[in-house]
């Protein structure tokens, strides 16, 4: 059963979108999750990083976001906060293919949706957004020899 904490706080610029993928894999592969699970992860952290960023703050590199992960025996809790605009209507904005950017595709809240077990959208205009996304993590059977 393993236990750890990990608590990052970064600047809103999009170089940093690689370095918490990187962190995240990391985790992954010491909690000996399979390569599909990994990448899994580092798709939902990057894109509730990137959505901070993108929408929460609208770009702009003055800002810290917040990545939180904590593991505890079969869970791997992660959550991103910012403390930006915050979305006025959490429901729409978990739509597929809804964006407040016509460049971009909007299925960061769809990825988060399928590759986590749980994901819970909290936010508050003008205040910021927490997203906690929840993966069960599989206990390896030992082997009865």
């Known amino acids: 059963?393993?236990?750890?904490?990990l608590n990052l706080t970064f600047s809103s610029i999009?170089?940093?979108?690689?370095?918490?993928r990187l962190l995240i894999a990391?985790?992954?592969?010491?909690?000996?999750?399979?390569?599909?699970?990994i990448e899994e992860l580092k798709v939902a952290?990057?894109?509730?990083?990137?959505?901070?960023?993108?929408?929460?703050?609208q770009n702009n590199p003055n800002y810290i976001v917040?990545?939180?992960?904590?593991?505890?025996?079969e869970i791997l809790?992660?959550?991103?906060?910012?403390?930006?605009?915050?979305?006025?209507?959490?429901?729409?904005?978990?739509q597929p293919a809804y964006s407040t950017d016509p460049e971009r595709m909007g299925l960061g809240f769809v990825f988060m949706q399928t590759f986590m077990?749980?994901?819970r959208v909290e936010s508050t205009l003008e205040?910021?957004?927490?997203?906690?996304?929840?993966?069960?993590?599989k206990q390896t059977p030992v082997s009865s020899h």
């Open 1 to 5: 059963m393993k236990t750890n904490q």
């Open 14 to 20: 999009p170089e940093n979108v690689g370095i918490t």
């Open 26 to 37: 990391s985790i992954g592969a010491q909690l000996d999750l399979s390569l599909n699970d």
């Open 45 to 57: 952290v990057s894109e509730a990083v990137s959505n901070a960023i993108i929408h929460g703050y």
């Open 66 to 73: 917040y990545l939180d992960l904590d593991i505890a025996g």
């Open 77 to 94: 809790k992660i959550v991103v906060k910012d403390e930006g605009c915050g979305i006025s209507n959490i429901e729409q904005a978990m």
């Open 117 to 119: 077990d749980e994901l």
């Open 127 to 137: 205040v910021g957004t927490t997203v906690t996304m929840i993966k069960h993590l």
